[in-house]
């Protein structure tokens, strides 16, 4: 090993980073992380995940204290908003958990390396520092986390003022007056839910017929019903294909694609969320040999083996959904890899999340993906509204569905869409890894009341045996 400066370098600490490099790290592996940025954690932790949930409590609490909290009895007579210190606040939170990664560093002798990396060949990378400064590593293994970064629009440049991206979302001065959003994906609903419990106009732009992608139909009809209720309004099967900056904002043109029709329309801030892309430029990948898809992705092998030796690659930039938790899954499983185990990822129960209110989170095959599979199913549902503890927490929006193989009673998939729905999920993804069927799901105990025994419920549903409560 000595001829080795590390066993294992990862370039970029973002989740599938630093999560991989800390398991690699216990496992008895020299290992060393090289970040780019002036702090740990990716856009995950600085300007994506962590930062949106803390203003998406944060301007929760802002609307009960207007509107819900006298039904309760409890009576605000005057709320303001002080956007300074709910920013200081999500600002705080996303310190803390990058100081954190620092310390799991310190913690588990991983050695941070601040600069660019690229790969020069198998063993070989070469950091570039801030002030230029060049020094070349050599390990054993190479990993490349490096992450994605929103797509661009050629008409809609970001300047992370009057044209954002979710960067620019996270850290507005002041609330917009008029914000659009253009694409109704996950990170559009979020923080277009964000602007407008605070006080903005939002319209949400959409090419497609219909909101967050492949998500189930049934769940996004509700959000949207919802949201709509709220003052989002929408325009689906749209194309914005021009835009103009002036003093006011962004003035910008866009296409129905049923009829052609045009319209305009203007914003003081527009939030531009049609996609991420993964990123690879600078890594030396083109002149290393690293072959990319035509997405611009690396490709892999089942044990994340890029086309040169001894680099791997994981997270956003190979194929499979952008998520945190899919990173970081693989960064563990290509960890235990590299000390000689039999690390694994199970794709199929991979949960994901829209964090709005209502809450949307799915895991495994669709109804409607099953269905156009040919799959023999069965289907469970149960509303929120039939819940005890939803009924006392006033919040009962939405439902639970489970598929399940007709045959074997297997889960196959599930989507809620409602309270708690970020935090339910689990169960059934637990379930699913173990190969459950709807019926140990429906013989599980569950405390009453909670929001848990609609899972439950819905479980009992797949047999016609659910219980009104």
Known sequence: MAEFDFDVVVIGSGPGGYVGAIRCAQLGLKTAIIEKDPT?????????????????????????????????????????????????????????????????????????????????????????????????????????????????????????????????????????????????????????????????????????????????????????????????????????????????????????????????????????????????????????????????????DKHFQTSLAHVYAIGDVIIGPMLAHKAEEEGVALAEMLAGQAGHVNYDTVPGVIYTHPEIATVGVSEEQAKKDGMNINVGKFPFMANGRARAKGDTDGFVKIIADAKTDKILGAAIVGPGASELIHEIVVCMEFGGSSEDLARSFHAHPTLSETVREAALAVEKRQRQM
């Open 40 to 300: 740990y954690g990716g856009t995950c932790l600085n300007v994506g995940c962590i930062p949106s949930k803390a203003l998406l409590e944060s301007s929760e609490h802002f609307v009960a204290a207007k509107k819900e909290f006298k039904v309760h009895g409890v009576e605000v007579p005057t709320v303001n908003l002080n956007l300074d210190q709910m920013m200081s606040r999500k600002d705080k939170v996303v310190k803390q958990n990058t100081e954190g990664i620092a310390f799991l560093f310190k913690k588990n002798k991983i050695t941070p390396i601040k600069g660019f990396g690229k790969i020069l060949k198998s063993h070989q990378i070469e950091v570039t520092a801030d002030d230029g400064a060049k020094k070349t590593l050599t390990s054993r293994s190479i990993i490349i986390a490096t992450g994605s970064i929103p797509a661009e629009l050629p008409f809609l440049k970001y300047d992370e003022e009057k044209i954002v991206s979710n960067t620019g979302a996270l850290a507005l001065k002041s609330v917009p007056a008029n914000l659009v959003v253009v694409g109704g994906g996950v990170i559009g609903l979020e923080l277009g839910s964000v602007w407008n419990r605070l006080g903005s106009k939002v319209l949400v732009i959409e090419y497609s017929d219909r909101l967050g992608g492949t998500t189930d139909p049934d769940c996004m009809q509700v959000l949207k019903k919802k949201m709509e209720k709220d003052g989002v309004e929408f325009l689906m099967s749209t194309k914005v294909f021009a835009a103009q900056k002036n003093d006011q904002g962004v003035e910008l043109e866009y296409e129905a694609l049923a009829d052609g029709k045009k319209g305009k329309v203007s914003a003081d801030v527009v939030l531009v969320s049609t996609g991420r892309r993964p990123f690879t430029n600078g890594l030396g990948c083109e002149d290393a040999g690293i072959q990319k898809d035509p997405q611009g992705r690396i490709v892999t």
